[in-house]
């Protein structure tokens, strides 16, 4: 699987994670501090993910 693929497949990953851990995971936990700690590190991750993926980012010349 190509860089491409990996970082798409990723960041569908992480997407999926955004609704389904909130919704379906955190449903019956009464405070709000599970959910508000899920995104603040799922959020890290993203932005850890975007530097990463930009970081490598190469225009082709042609």
């Known amino acids: 699987m190509s860089k491409l693929r990996w970082a798409w497949a990723w960041f ?3 997407l999926v994670l955004d609704v389904v851990i ?3 995971a955190l449903t019956h936990v009464e405070a709000m501090s599970g ?12 932005i850890i993910s975007a530097f990463v993926v930009f970081s490598k980012w190469q225009e082709v010349q042609k």
């Open 35 to 46: 959910a508000f700690l899920f995104w603040i590190i799922w959020a890290i991750v993203a």
């Open 12 to 14: 569908v990953f992480m």
């Open 22 to 24: 909130p919704w379906a």
